[in-house]
Protein backbone atom coordinates (compact mmCIF):
# COMPACT_ATOMS: atom_id res chain seq x y z
CA UNK A 1 0.00 0.00 0.00
CA UNK A 2 1.08 3.49 -0.73
CA UNK A 3 0.54 6.55 1.25
CA UNK A 4 -1.84 9.00 -0.11
CA UNK A 5 -0.65 12.47 0.66
CA UNK A 6 -3.20 14.58 2.56
CA UNK A 7 -4.96 11.47 4.68
CA UNK A 8 -4.31 11.08 8.26
CA UNK A 9 -2.48 13.82 9.00
CA UNK A 10 -3.26 16.85 10.46
CA UNK A 11 -2.43 20.26 9.69
CA UNK A 12 -0.66 22.46 11.36
CA UNK A 13 -4.20 24.90 10.85
CA UNK A 14 -6.36 22.39 12.26
CA UNK A 15 -3.75 21.16 15.29
CA UNK A 16 -3.82 24.86 16.32
CA UNK A 17 -7.74 25.02 16.28
CA UNK A 18 -7.74 21.86 18.46
CA UNK A 19 -5.27 23.47 20.35
CA UNK A 20 -7.52 26.37 21.50
CA UNK A 21 -10.70 24.58 21.89
CA UNK A 22 -9.43 22.23 23.82
CA UNK A 23 -7.83 24.54 26.58
CA UNK A 24 -10.77 26.62 26.51
CA UNK A 25 -12.50 23.55 27.97
CA UNK A 26 -9.20 22.95 30.10
CA UNK A 27 -9.24 26.52 31.59
CA UNK A 28 -12.81 26.87 32.15
CA UNK A 29 -12.37 23.24 34.06
CA UNK A 30 -8.92 24.64 36.10
CA UNK A 31 -11.14 27.74 37.32
CA UNK A 32 -13.93 26.02 38.43
CA UNK A 33 -11.93 22.98 40.34
CA UNK A 34 -9.70 25.97 42.09
CA UNK A 35 -12.77 28.02 42.67
CA UNK A 36 -14.33 24.50 44.56
CA UNK A 37 -10.90 23.71 46.57
CA UNK A 38 -10.06 27.24 47.25
CA UNK A 39 -13.72 29.20 47.56
CA UNK A 40 -12.15 31.78 45.79
CA UNK A 41 -13.33 33.20 41.91
CA UNK A 42 -9.54 35.09 41.76
CA UNK A 43 -8.00 32.13 42.73
CA UNK A 44 -9.21 30.37 40.12
CA UNK A 45 -9.06 33.01 37.66
CA UNK A 46 -5.38 33.25 38.32
CA UNK A 47 -4.61 29.47 37.95
CA UNK A 48 -6.70 29.48 34.92
CA UNK A 49 -5.01 31.92 33.39
CA UNK A 50 -1.41 30.92 34.51
CA UNK A 51 -2.17 27.78 32.92
CA UNK A 52 -3.54 28.81 29.60
CA UNK A 53 -0.85 29.69 27.90
CA UNK A 54 1.90 27.19 28.85
CA UNK A 55 -0.69 24.08 28.37
CA UNK A 56 -1.59 25.51 25.39
CA UNK A 57 1.86 25.72 24.05
CA UNK A 58 2.55 22.52 25.54
CA UNK A 59 -0.51 20.44 23.25
CA UNK A 60 0.39 22.21 19.88
CA UNK A 61 3.92 21.17 20.41
CA UNK A 62 2.19 17.28 21.51
CA UNK A 63 -0.53 17.80 18.61
CA UNK A 64 2.87 18.64 16.34
CA UNK A 65 4.64 15.66 17.12
CA UNK A 66 1.90 13.11 16.87
CA UNK A 67 1.20 14.72 13.44
CA UNK A 68 4.56 13.80 11.96
CA UNK A 69 4.39 10.18 13.13
CA UNK A 70 2.66 7.42 10.91
CA UNK A 71 2.46 5.38 14.48
CA UNK A 72 -1.36 4.30 14.32
CA UNK A 73 -2.25 5.06 10.97
CA UNK A 74 -2.85 2.80 8.36
CA UNK A 75 -2.96 3.63 5.04
CA UNK A 76 -5.29 2.98 2.36
CA UNK A 77 -5.52 1.26 -1.16
CA UNK A 78 -5.56 3.82 -3.69
CA UNK A 79 -9.12 3.94 -5.85
CA UNK A 80 -9.26 3.30 -9.47
CA UNK A 81 -11.89 5.86 -10.28
CA UNK A 82 -12.04 4.23 -13.92
CA UNK A 83 -13.31 0.79 -11.94
CA UNK A 84 -16.00 2.71 -10.49
CA UNK A 85 -19.34 2.48 -13.11
CA UNK A 86 -20.94 5.66 -14.13
CA UNK A 87 -24.11 6.94 -11.85
CA UNK A 88 -26.87 7.02 -14.06
CA UNK A 89 -28.96 10.64 -14.66
CA UNK A 90 -32.48 10.43 -14.65
Known amino acids: MTH ?6 ATAKRSLAKTV ?5 GTVDTIILT ?3 T ?5 G ?4 FAEL ?3 MVLYYLHERGW ?6 LEDVEPIDLASIPA ?3 S
Not at 39 to 43: E, K, M, Q, T
Open 4 to 9: IPGTGH
Open 21 to 25: SWRTI
Open 35 to 37: RIV
Open 39 to 43: CSWAA
Open 45 to 48: ATVG
Open 53 to 55: FTK
Open 67 to 72: SWSDCG
Open 87 to 89: IQQ
